[in-house]
């Protein structure tokens, strides 16, 4: 498998993402995992607008995905794996990703989410997703940026008492 980073970032493609996370971890290959998304051709039009040229974009269901990153044919891309929300990342992990490490690096306020750091609002489907990726051996950890610490998740979530 060749995905070299998973963040959960309900913005997905944005100028965090072109600018800055892209170089920091080598990637050639953009896969924005979420079923919603991948049924909707008009934000699927406007996440592959700004991409960044030379830089492949694909956007898939998760099912599409799991397949797509396990396909011997994409072997050699740098993947970096965008999802909305920690229950596709849970999602993916539990199709067979195997991935140790998760980045929480945005997730907007929406009703019933509480404020765990400047940037991230978990609502209660949130923390059962972060709690059942930890049990199943999987580091979240929260950074911004890649040139911010990382923090781990867990521990803002127990700081913001949501567990």
Same mark, same amino acid.
């Given at each position: !498998?060749?995905?070299?980073? *998973? #963040?959960?970032? +309900?913005?997905?493609?944005? @100028?965090?993402?072109v600018v800055?996370w892209l170089?920091?971890? @080598?990637?050639?290959?953009?896969?924005?995992? +979420?079923? $919603?998304?991948?049924?909707?051709?008009?934000?699927?039009? /406007?996440? =592959?607008?700004?991409?960044?040229?030379?830089?492949?974009? #694909?956007?898939?269901? =998760?099912?599409?995905?799991?397949?797509?990153?396990?396909?011997p044919a994409?072997? +050699?891309?740098?993947?970096?794996?965008?999802?909305?929300?920690? %229950?596709? %990342? *849970? #999602?993916?992990?539990?199709?067979?990703? @195997?991935?140790?490490? /998760?980045? &929480?690096?945005? /997730?907007?306020?929406?009703?019933?989410?509480?404020?765990?750091? +400047?940037?991230?609002?978990?609502?209660?489907?949130?923390?059962?997703?972060?709690?059942?990726?930890?049990?199943? $051996?999987?580091?979240?950890?929260?950074? !911004? !940026?890649?040139? &911010?610490? #990382?923090?781990?998740? !867990?521990?803002?979530?127990?700081? %913001?008492?949501?567990?």
């Amino acid at each position: !498998m060749t995905v070299k980073h *998973l #963040r959960i970032d +309900n913005r997905l493609v944005h @100028g965090q993402i072109v600018v800055a996370w892209l170089q920091a971890i @080598g990637a050639d290959t953009i896969v924005v995992a +979420n079923d $919603g998304i991948a049924a909707d051709d008009f934000q699927k039009t /406007m996440l =592959v607008a700004v991409s960044p040229p030379g830089i492949r974009e #694909r956007i898939l269901s =998760v099912d599409e995905t799991l397949a797509y990153v396990k396909d011997p044919a994409h072997a +050699n891309e740098q993947i970096l794996l965008l999802v909305k929300e920690p %229950a596709d %990342a *849970l #999602r993916l992990h539990r199709g067979g990703l @195997g991935l140790a490490t /998760m980045n &929480v690096g945005n /997730m907007a306020f929406v009703v019933g989410a509480k404020r765990v750091s +400047n940037t991230v609002f978990a609502s209660p489907k949130d923390v059962e997703a972060a709690k059942a990726l930890t049990a199943e $051996g999987v580091k979240l950890t929260c950074q !911004m !940026m890649p040139t &911010v610490a #990382r923090q781990d998740f !867990m521990q803002l979530l127990a700081k %913001a008492k949501l567990v």
